[in-house]
């Protein structure tokens, strides 16, 4: 099964003074986009960078950019959804031959180099349509292994039910979790706060 990788970076960060986080630096001064990268790839199928706005600023990752095609009326974006929308569309019109996507946020830099496999063999052996990344009680429902024929009935939900919540759209689905150890660190620290940024940096030193 070839799966693509698709990296939601779409978010408008608000609780982090609208900071683009795929760049926000970590301890060693590399960008959360390094981080996740270093840890995923390579990729054995197509990798995507899910962003709004001027792509050109993700210029030197030599990455295909997709834009969220469906926003909200006011324009704002319509939330992971959007970016998971987004994903699939793309591996869908240019890769007929990826059945599947693993999404994962920018801001989870830590990730787990085993994510791919560990999501694929927790859906595997549960028969599910979907399998989503669990830590510390926490289901993780946007780093999630995805089947890219959902694509026309996630279109249908976000345009004309106005679904929002990723957590309504797997509850549609059989879902299995892949769970993750939370010590010495959750490998899901999500860069939510400027808090969780100061943690993420202390975890990624320097090496000088």
Do not use: Y
């Not at 979907?130 to 830590?135: E, F, G, Y």
């Not at 780093?143 to 309504?168: C, I, N, S």
């Amino acid at each position: 099964m070839t799966v693509a990788l698709g990296i939601l970076a779409g978010g408008q960060g608000r609780r982090m003074g609208g900071a683009d986080k795929a760049l926000l630096t970590l301890g060693d001064g590399r960008a959360a986009l390094d981080h996740l990268l270093d840890r995923l790839t390579p990729w054995p199928g197509p990798v995507v960078l899910n962003a709004n706005g001027d792509p050109a600023r993700f210029a030197r990752w030599d990455l295909p950019v997709v834009a969220d095609s469906l926003t909200e009326p006011d324009g704002d974006p319509a939330g992971p959804l959007a970016g998971l929308l987004a994903v699939l569309e793309w591996v869908r019109a240019g890769h007929p031959d990826v059945s599947a996507v693993v999404t994962v946020p920018v801001d989870t830099p830590l990730v787990p180099r085993d994510l791919r496999d560990r999501l694929a063999a927790a859906r595997a052996d549960a028969g599910a349509d979907i399998a989503c990344a669990a830590s510390g009680g926490r289901v993780h429902h946007a780093t999630a292994l995805w089947p890219v024929a959902l694509a026309p009935a996630l279109r249908t939900a976000l345009a004309d039910e106005g679904l929002r919540a990723v957590r309504a759209w797997t509850g549609r689905h059989r879902v299995a979790q892949a769970p993750w150890a939370v010590e010495p660190v959750d490998p899901f620290l999500s860069l939510n706060t400027p808090d969780d940024l100061d943690r993420a940096r202390r975890l990624t030193p320097s090496p000088v």
